[in-house]
Nanobody
Framework: QVQLVESGGGLVQTGGSLRLSCAASGSIFSINAMGWYRQAPGKQRELVAAITSGGSTNYADSVKGRFTISRDNAKNTVYLQMNSLKPEDTAVYYC????????????????WGQGTQVTVSS
């Protein structure tokens, strides 16, 4: 069983900053990519940023230069530093992980966190 526990969401004014954290725990042999997605009301879930176990990163064009993803492999934790926030960043942010389980280390699985609300007021 795997858990992804997110924290750090909240309400912030335009131009403000927030830092999201997501800690993975459970029957994890290793984690490949970890990432953050978001879903605004009435819209599809979209990739915000992702990071591989080796540290390669990928960002949505809308957040480049404002958001930074990082991870601590020893803690199985991924972070999303969000600066210069805009009202259009308002969404539920979900953590995602591609991992190998202790019980089945030859096959890759994926798991989603429960989501954390980020609201940016204008």
């Amino acid at each position: 069983q795997v858990q992804l526990v997110e924290s750090g969401g909240g309400l912030v004014q335009t131009g403000g900053s927030l830092r999201l954290s997501c800690a993975a725990s459970g029957s994890i042999f290793s984690i490949n990519a970890m990432g953050w997605y978001r879903q605004a009301p009435g819209k599809q879930r979209e990739l915000v940023a992702a990071i591989t176990s080796g540290g390669s990163t990928n960002y949505a064009d809308s957040v480049k230069g404002r958001f930074t993803i990082s991870r601590d492999n020893a803690k199985n934790t991924v972070y999303l530093q969000m600066n210069s926030l805009k009202p259009e960043d308002t969404a539920v942010y979900y953590c995602h992980a591609d991992y190998y389980s202790d019980y089945d280390p030859l096959n890759e699985y994926d798991y989603w966190g429960q989501g954390t609300q980020v609201t940016v007021s204008s």
